[in-house]
Each structure stands twice: as structure tokens, then as C-alpha cells.
């Protein structure tokens, strides 16, 4: 099947079954390994991209089902050079260790200051529920998402 995607904000066209995982594709095929696998059951959000504007565990998406669609991986988030706030505060904070959960909450957390840069503590460790990290014990992590909408919601405000 030929699939057509916006993958990142760029057009897309290649083949595939339309069975395939789309983590799979962005990772083999589209050379976006970013993306992680971390249990490949739709339980951890390692895998977590966003799809026509929602968060989906790429694990228990087949690839057919984003023809037409738009894409956006943890390749997408930064502007050029430039980390996207998220990103830069989990850097700052320490909020990350091994590394497999970051770029999935990275993407989920980029997704959720951008429309609820308000957002409480609590609201954050919410949003942020489906996003399983074995190792920080969170804490820094939310510390960074937190920081990184309140930048967000001070440019808002400028
Ligand atoms: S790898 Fe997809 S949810 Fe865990
Ligand atoms: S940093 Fe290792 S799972 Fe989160």
C-alpha cells in the first residue's frame, strides 16, 4: 500500500503493509528512531507520537491507519538548533536517566503545555500518567514539564 503522511511537518510517501506497527516504520523505514519501544503492549508510552493531534502509543498503531494523516515524532519538536522547552528542561532538570521513557514523555509533555500551559503539578502528573519511567521516580521529570510551562505560559503572557 502506498501511504501518504505529513510525518514531522514534511509530506511523506512509501510503501508499506498497512499492517505494520507504525513505530516500526518511523523507526526502520522512515530512520525516525527516536521513537522507542519499550514494552510493546500499549502500556508504557515509550512509543507515544502524536497523531493528527492526539497522543497514541505507536506500538498498537498499524501504519495504514495514518494515510492522510499528520505525525509528529520527538524529531519534531525541536526548531532546528533549538530544543523545544520541554526538551530543555529535562536536560536542565536531570529528568531523565536511561533514557528509553524521555523521548515519549518529552512528546506527550510538548503536547500538553502547548494546550494547558496553566497546568497544575497535579494536572501534569495526570496528563503525564500513561508515560511509565522505571527509573527517576518522576519527580524531576514533572519538576521539568512544570518548568517548562511555566516559561511557556510567561511568553504567552508577554
Ligand atoms: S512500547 Fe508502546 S506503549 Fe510501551
Ligand atoms: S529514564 Fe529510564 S525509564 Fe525513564
Request: hydrophobic share 35%; glycine share 12%.
Amino acid at each position: 500500500m502506498k501511504i501518504q503522511a505529513e510525518i514531522n511537518g514534511e509530506m511523506r510517501e512509501f510503501e508499506s503493509s498497512p499492517w505494520r506497527r507504525l513505530l516500526d516504520v518511523l523507526r526502520t523505514d522512515l530512520r525516525l528512531t527516536g521513537t522507542k519501544e519499550g514494552c510493546g503492549e500499549g502500556e508504557c508510552g515509550a512509543c507515544t507520537v502524536i497523531v493528527d493531534g492526539r497522543p497514541v502509543d505507536s506500538c498498537l498503531v498499524a501504519v495504514g491507519q495514518i494515510d492522510g494523516r499528520s505525525v509528529r515524532t520527538v524529531e519534531g519538536l525541536a526548531d532546528g538548533e533549538i530544543l523545544h522547552d520541554v526538551q530543555d528542561a529535562l536536560v536542565r532538570f536531570g529528568g531523565t536517566q536511561c533514557g528509553i521513557c524521555t523521548p515519549g514523555i518529552a512528546v506527550c509533555a510538548a503536547h500538553v503545555i502547548e494546550r494547558e500551559p496553566g497546568a497544575s503539578r497535579e494536572r501534569l502528573r495526570e496528563l503525564l500518567s500513561g508515560n511509565i519511567c522505571r527509573c527517576t521516580g518522576y519527580q524531576l521529570i514533572v519538576d521539568a514539564v512544570a518548568d517548562a510551562a511555566a516559561r511557556r505560559l510567561a511568553r504567552s503572557d508577554d
